[in-house]
Structure formats: C-alpha cells, structure tokens
C-alpha cells in the first residue's frame, strides 16, 4: 500500500491534478487531499492543483477557489499526484507537469487504468478516489472541510450510496466523515440532486428523444450540437442524464452520447447488474468501471449505436447461454 506521509515529507512541491471534465469524486479528492497537504505538510512550500473549470455548486468547498484553469510554463515539481484518471490523455493540459514531475504517483480505482506513473495506487474494487485518498490519509489530522470534499466525491461516484461499488467499508468511512459534523444532506442536495432550469430542460428532451432496443434491455439517447446551442447548455450541464436513463424498469444497460464535434461523440454508458461496460468502452479506446465507463467515438449517429450496441449484444447473448 502507498505510504503517502513518507513521499509528501522527501518534497517541497507537489501538484495535484484529476481528469477532464472533473466530476464529483475527482473534485472531491483532489481538494480533500489538496486541504490535508497544506495543513499538515507546511514544510512543503508549493501545493498547487490543477482542473478544469468546476460546476457552481461545488464552489462552497473550502479553497475551490485555488484551483487552477490557467497551465504556465514553470520549474518542474517534485511530485504529481493524479487522481481519478485512467491514464495521461485524461489529464488534459496538466499532463505537461505530469512529464516534467520529477516524481508521480496516481491515485485511482477505474479498472482499466494500467498504472502510467512511477508509483500506481490502483483499487478497482474500491467505491471512489475519494475513498482511497481517506484510506491513505491519517484520520485524527482530517477537519470538517476535508471530510465535506470526501464525502462529497464518495457519494457521487456511489451513485448516493445505490450503486454496486458501494461496499460496507464505503458505508463505514462515510459514516466517519458524517461524525464529522458536516451537512451531508446538504452536501447530496446541492451538489447531487439540484438542477438549473437548462439542465432540466435538456434532460427532458433526451429522456422525449430517447429509444429502446433489444427487447427493452437497452435505452439510448443522443443530444446534438444544435440542440445543446438551442438550449444553451454545456458538457457539463449533462451530467445525469444517463444515470437517469438508467433507473428506466427493465433496463440494463443505458447509452447516453452528445456529439462534441463533426461526427464525433462523446459516449458514457451504464449498467444494472451483468453488462461489463468498461470492456465495451475499453474496445473503442475508453475505460472506466465496470457498471459506468465511457468513450470517444468517429462515425454518424447510427454508426455510433450500432458499433457500440454490437459489443453489448454480445454480453446479453453470453448471459442467456448461461
């Protein structure tokens, strides 16, 4: 197991920095352990972390407003952390630091990550990044604003705490981080459950637009570049939407894809209890977990559907020979 306290006392600069298009459990565990370092390790004179811009409702965590969107040109660090990223693309801009790092270390549980840093602290079994940085870390030195980070990030990747990676030791540190005194059902509502009124909006239309296939077993929906200017929303007011498809009775598995540019898609897939959609993703370039992964694919519309429902029919013919 990575004996972190060791590798933060041999440094006098670290970066932390998590995937493109930060979710709940990548913010969540880079701030948490962004705050913990700072507290704890004051001999370390830089601590700088790295991501894409984060959404408004995640702002209330203490020193969001440190991370940093801008990529200058600057000494090497001795030591990158990358979190909850798969591998280097998913770095986005930061991978420049990453390269240069003197030392890197990453922190994941997505089970296609196939260790890129010097050291991997990789747990595909584990709930969430954020579950695997409070393991790491020495609980008697947390404070209220690390553990709201945490739990934050372990209840988004949890699905609220509904999803199959979570496990008994995930229900007993989030209930270590609740002791805490924070407002965990705050934390849910604002940064899990609320919506604004465009992401409602854009989420009915790809729930009107949606189709089934397979007998019912699959649900897919797609949103193109002109609805998503008609409606004025960005990637990021996505997020949901195919967890939402998802919970549809009788499904297994949901596709959810957005175009992001000419005959390109962005695809994030879920499933409820035997599709792999890790492998499907892994099979077209992506990864990610075994109930939620995701991908980059070419081609129109259609072509899209039919290559990834293709893998996918696959995994239900291998399920009914069973």
Request: aromatic residues 10%.
């Amino acid at each position: 197991m990575l004996n972190l306290k060791l590798e933060l006392e041999k440094v006098s600069s670290v970066v932390i920095a998590g995937h493109i298009r930060p979710d709940g459990d990548c913010v969540g565990s880079c701030l948490g352990l962004y705050l913990y370092i700072k507290k704890n390790f004051p001999k370390i004179g830089t601590v700088d972390v790295y991501l894409e811009k984060i959404p408004d409702s995640m702002h209330f965590l203490k020193d969001s407003d440190q991370i940093s969107q801008e990529y200058p040109d600057r000494p090497p660090y001795d030591l990158f952390l990358a979190l909850d990223s798969g591998d280097t693309q998913r770095l986005g801009e930061a991978v420049k630091y990453f390269t240069e790092a003197k030392r890197t270390i990453c922190i994941d549980h997505h089970i296609s990550n196939k260790g890129f840093a010097d050291e991997n602290y990789i747990v595909p079994e584990a709930s969430s990044t954020s579950e695997l940085v409070y393991g790491l870390l020495d609980p008697a030195l947390l404070t209220k604003e690390m553990a709201e980070a945490l739990y934050m990030g372990i209840a988004h990747d949890t699905g609220v705490f509904q999803y199959s990676c979570c496990s008994p030791k995930t229900m007993e540190i989030a209930g270590k981080l609740m002791a805490m005194g924070i407002d965990f059902s705050g934390i849910v509502d604002r940064t899990f459950y609320q919506k604004s009124y465009l992401q409602v909006q854009i989420l009915g239309r790809a729930l009107l637009e949606s189709m089934m296939l397979f007998d019912g077993r699959c649900i897919v929906s797609v949103i193109r570049n002109k609805e998503m200017q008609f409606y004025g929303v960005t990637p990021a007011d996505l997020d949901g939407i195919v967890s939402q498809l998802r919970s549809t009775r009788g499904v297994e598995v949901a596709i959810f894809m957005y175009e992001s540019n000419v005959q390109e898609y962005k695809v994030s897939m879920r499933s409820n209890s035997f599709v792999d959609v890790s492998k499907v993703a892994s099979y077209f370039g992506g990864g990610g977990h075994v109930r939620a992964a995701g991908c980059t694919m070419q081609g129109s519309m259609h072509d899209v559907v039919n290559n990834l429902t293709r893998q996918i029919e696959k995994q239900f013919e291998q399920e009914t020979q069973q």
